[in-house]
């Protein structure tokens, strides 16, 4: 059982270094605080918090396997090696496209909300 807890403070630590070292999860935090800022807000449905939910985790979950075969491949080649750049560049287009899926999926739940306030405002 210990080492099951243990896990859970490993886990913690992985957080806590991609918090600390990279800029992008920081970014991607913050357009989660965004959303779900938005969504409470704008009291989007039950449906559009799970697609909301599943964006937001979708995107740090390959941001952190982003940061942990960089860091991998910074490892095992300390020095400019082709396929490590490759290896790096196909794991940040990972994160690019699941990026790009979650702000689609926020532009349809979000953007007809934004046009009817506007809309009413006016």
């Known amino acids: 059982m210990n080492k099951f807890i243990r896990g859970f403070g490993y886990a913690f630590k992985g957080l806590r270094y991609a918090t600390e070292t990279q800029l992008n999860f920081r970014v991607h935090l913050v357009a989660m605080l965004t959303a779900v800022f938005m969504g409470y807000t704008l009291h989007i449905s039950y449906y559009e918090w799970l697609w909301i939910g599943l964006c937001i985790t979708l995107v740090l979950v ?4 982003n940061t942990a075969i960089e860091t991998l491949t910074d490892l095992v080649s300390p020095t400019y ?16 496209l699941t990026a790009i899926f ?21």
């Open 62 to 65: 390959v941001e952190l396997i």
């Open 81 to 96: 090696h082709v396929k490590a750049g490759i290896v790096k560049d196909v794991s940040a287009g990972a994160v690019l």
């Open 102 to 122: 979650a702000l689609i999926t926020g532009l349809v739940i979000f953007l007809p909300k934004l046009l009817n306030l506007i809309h009413y405002a006016a």
